[in-house]
């Protein structure tokens, strides 16, 4: 069994930064990809990023604001938002990929207000 937590969300102003970081324990092995989704009320869970064996991809609608990145050594992949927008409000959720199973934490609320 693999556990995902998350943390680093919260209130922050439009332009604002908020790095999330995920801390994956357990049987962590065959890993295929590690990724960042969100929820806003009333939509969809989409996928924000995602990194596989050191390769990224980011949604459109981040890209050149947020940068995925992950330490092996740590078992943990962090999300770096910056120029935050109103729009980027959601829970936000790790997510790993594995031979055996496809994981997912318990989110983390982001908020962008002034």
């Known amino acids: 069994q693999v556990q995902l937590v998350e943390s680093g969300g919260g209130l922050v102003q439009p332009g604002g930064s908020l790095r999330l970081s995920c801390v994956a324990s357990?049987?962590?092995?065959?890993?295929?990809?590690m990724r960042w989704y969100r929820q806003a009320p009333g939509k969809q869970r989409e996928l924000v990023a995602g990194i596989y064996a050191g390769n990224t991809n980011y949604a459109d609608s981040v890209k050149g604001r947020f940068t995925i990145s992950g330490d092996n050594a740590k078992n943990t992949v962090y999300l770096q938002m910056n120029s935050l927008k109103p729009e980027d409000t959601a829970v936000y959720y790790c997510n790993l990929l594995s031979r055996v199973g496809d994981y997912w934490g318990q989110g983390t609320q982001v908020t962008v207000s002034s």
């Open positions: 357990g049987s962590i092995f065959s890993i295929y990809a």
